[in-house]
């Protein structure tokens, strides 16, 4: 059974401060997407990355795929109270489904 | 925003009760997904469909079936509603292309099962 684990689960940071989300697993990916959940909405993709050591930037989050396609980091500078909601990673699997392995998520609060 | 719609947006049934939740797209996608969504679970696979009539079971299918006798129809029914069904259920769509497996989320559906 592929796994991810996303760490840290909560967070909280004042206005200004930079932070990493990180995303492991011991099985490799085809792919790796982050999302950003707001409460009440849906999940919103914001990166799919497809290659080992690709880097991804939007504004100030940078996301990267690890080497071996087993892991993925989430980097944000300066985050602003903007930023608040939970964030998901999500590993794509080699069928073609389409199916999706979820992490448990990061729930990001930044206080102004 | 891919055009995804849910109904009902919130709901509240009795325990043994069925319960039909629709998913609706307008984009074509062949791949529609049922998942729920708990605290410390994070998004967990219901069903999905790989097209109509084509559909197989997630990692938590037990208790729950589904429908999908149009493209841009997917239906998730509860035969016979438990409390631990008490979550918030998202519809997803995908076109999987060579690149990666993006999915595109409905707005979400509250249920609550007294």
């Known amino acids: 059974t592929q796994l991810l684990e996303q760490s840290p689960q909560f967070l909280s940071i004042q206005e200004g401060e930079n932070l990493t989300v990180y995303c492991n697993s011991s099985?490799?990916?085809?792919?790796l997407q982050w999302y950003r959940q707001e409460p009440g909405e849906g999940p919103v993709l914001l990166v799919t990355?497809?290659?080992?050591?690709e880097v991804k930037k939007l504004k100030r989050l940078t996301f990267q795929f690890g080497d071996a396609r087993k892991d993925s980091s989430l980097h944000i500078t300066a985050a602003q109270p903007g930023d608040t909601g939970l964030y998901l990673c999500a590993g794509g699997t080699r069928s073609n489904t389409g199916k999706l392995i979820f992490g448990q998520g990061t729930t990001l609060q930044v206080k102004p | 925003d891919a055009g995804i719609t849910q109904s009902p947006r919130h709901k509240v049934t009795e325990t043994g009760t069925p319960v039909t939740l629709r998913c609706h797209q307008t984009e074509n996608h062949r791949y529609m997904y049922w998942y729920r969504q708990d605290p410390g679970h994070g998004l967990r696979l219901i069903h999905y469909s790989y097209g109509v009539k084509d559909t197989d079971k997630g990692e938590v299918s037990d208790g729950y079936s589904v429908s999908r006798s149009k493209t841009e129809d997917f239906l998730l029914t509860l035969e016979s509603a438990t409390s631990s069904q008490t979550s918030v259920y998202f519809c997803?769509?995908?076109?999987?292309?060579?690149?990666?497996?993006?999915?595109?989320f409905g707005p979400g559906t509250r249920l609550t099962v007294t």
């Open positions: 997803a769509i995908s076109e999987p292309r060579g690149g990666g497996n993006e999915q595109y």
């Open positions: 990355v497809v290659t080992g050591g």
């Open positions: 099985s490799v990916f085809s792919s």
